[in-house]
T-cell receptor
Framework: AQKITQTQPGMFVQEKEAVTLDCTYDTSDQSYGLFWYKQPSSGEMIFLIYQGSYDEQNATEGRYSLNFQKARKSANLVISASQLGDSAMYFC???????????FGSGTRLQVQP | DTGVSQDPRHKITKRGQNVTFRCDPISEHNRLYWYRQTLGQGPEFLTYFQNEAQLEKSRLLSDRFSAERPKGSFSTLEIQRTEQGDSAMYLCASSTTGINTEAFFGQGTRLTVV
């Protein structure tokens, strides 16, 4: 069974600085994908970025990038040039083996300070 | 707005009452998911539809819970004889068919059982 671990319950970052949110995973699948979602206080889960296990390059979407280290089973999210609007909960997730639904980590609360 | 919409956004009910939530997915999405999220945790999978067929149910979905997706469009999640432990955010998500496609989430229905 998959397991997602996010060891940072809360993080602080100064506006305009970069921050790395940690995610480690455990799976026996050879092919899998990792997702990151943002959840502001409004409650909606917003898709940020995806990385497939066989993708050769780390995924990048605007200010978001994935530091994917397959051997270490980690898929850390890097947010560059933090903005006040980045303050939210961030979840790492991956699909259950052979299924479509996602298993989520416990999340990291990011607070961006002016 | 063509995103996933959920109704109601908030529901307060007395223990023992029945409640029903509605989810309208993105119109071209044939997959629909329900998740439950308790405070400080990531979302947990409840059930999954592909078109009108309910293909997966989590062990979290006790016999007091029932979900439907008539005609493969909107979906309802009913909880009968609510208990205080049912208090949570109920999130709906939809996606297209395909491997590792991202799911788009609604803003959720926050249920409080008093």
């Amino acid at each position: 069974a998959q397991k997602i671990t996010q060891t940072q319950p809360g993080m602080f970052v100064q506006e305009k600085e970069a921050v790395t949110l940690d995610c480690t995973y455990d799976t026996s699948d050879q092919s899998y994908g990792l997702f990151w979602y943002k959840q502001p206080s409004s409650g909606e889960m917003i898709f940020l970025i995806y990385q497939g296990s066989y993708d050769e390059q780390n995924a990048t979407e605007g200010r978001y990038s994935l530091n994917f280290q397959k051997a270490r089973k980690s898929a850390n999210l890097v947010i560059s040039a933090s903005q006040l609007g980045d303050s939210a909960m961030y979840f790492c997730a991956m699909p259950y083996t052979g299924r479509r639904a996602l298993t989520f980590g416990s999340g990291t609360r990011l607070q961006v300070q002016p | 707005d063509t995103g996933v919409s959920q109704d109601p956004r908030h529901k307060i009910t007395k223990r023992g009452q029945n409640v029903t939530f509605r989810c309208d997915p993105i119109s071209e999405h044939n997959r629909l998911y329900w998740y439950r999220q308790t405070l400080g945790q990531g979302p947990e999978f409840l059930t999954y539809f592909q078109n009108e067929a309910q293909l997966e149910k989590s062990r979290l979905l006790s016999d007091r819970f029932s979900a439907e997706r008539p005609k493969g469009s909107f979906s309802t999640l009913e909880i009968q004889r609510t208990e205080q432990g049912d208090s949570a955010m109920y999130l709906c998500a939809s996606s297209t068919t395909g491997i590792n496609t991202e799911a788009f989430f609604g803003q959720g229905t926050r249920l409080t059982v008093v």
